[in-house]
């Protein structure tokens, strides 16, 4: 059963600082990667999906990579901004249908202004 | 998203009752999903919806149960077989692999 692990649990950083979210998988045999986005009593907004065959994909800020045969994804997240506090969640698809995603419990980012 | 609506936004139930979690969509998309999400946790999915009038079960469908009637709507019952209803509740859309998802539905034990 795939397991997806996102480490730290909380993070919180001065505004303005790079930083790195990471999202572990046990089963290296996905389809897909997707990043969320989570504000608080809200529902999730999708920020970047990758391909298994990609290496990255990148929006604006944000750049997401995928090492699937280590079982890895990281959000980098450029510039922070006070605007950019939420909860992440990283999802991993194992086949096409959303129904075979499985969901990190997320991690929780603060930006201190 | 603003094509997906969640109503209502804080529902409360009494013990032994059913209670309802509406779901509408104006994006014009086939498939659709419930998912369950608890405090630090995931989500969980609960059923889900490819087509009208057909839906399966997901990892967590004890308790629960859906319709399909229209393409716009998937409605959520949550019923006194579900022990332990409390939770956030979150209707998805999906569309070439993405999820849309709505603002989703507290749901509480009085």
């Known amino acids: 059963k795939q397991e997806v692990t996102q480490i730290p649990a909380a993070l919180s950083v001065p505004e303005g600082e790079n930083l790195v979210l990471n999202c572990s998988f046990t089963d290296s045999a996905i389809y897909n990667l997707q990043w969320f986005r989570q504000d608080p009593g809200k529902g999730l907004t999708s920020l970047l999906l990758i391909q298994s065959s990609q290496r990255e994909q990148t929006s604006g800020r944000l750049n997401a990579s995928l090492d699937k045969s280590s079982g890895r994804s990281t959000l980098y997240i450029a510039a922070s901004q006070p605007g950019d506090s939420a909860t992440y969640l990283c999802?991993?698809?194992?086949?096409?249908?959303?129904?075979?995603?499985?969901f990190g419990k997320g991690t929780h980012l603060i930006i201190q202004p | 998203d603003g094509g997906i609506t969640q109503s209502p936004k804080y529902l409360f139930r009494k013990e032994g009752q059913n209670v309802t979690l509406s779901c509408e969509q104006n994006?014009?998309?086939?498939?659709m999903y419930w998912y369950r999400q608890d405090p630090g946790q995931g989500l969980r999915l609960i059923y889900y919806s490819q087509i009208v009038n057909d839906f399966q079960k997901g990892d967590i469908a004890e308790g629960y149960s859906v319709s399909r009637e229209k393409k716009e709507s998937f409605p959520l019952t949550v019923t006194s077989a579900q022990k332990n209803p409390t939770a956030f509740y979150l209707c998805a859309v999906a569309k070439n692999e993405k999820l849309f998802f709505g603002s989703g539905t507290q749901l509480s034990v009085l």
């Open positions: 999802a991993v698809n194992q086949r096409g249908g959303a129904d075979g995603l499985t």
């Open positions: 994006l014009n998309h086939d498939a």
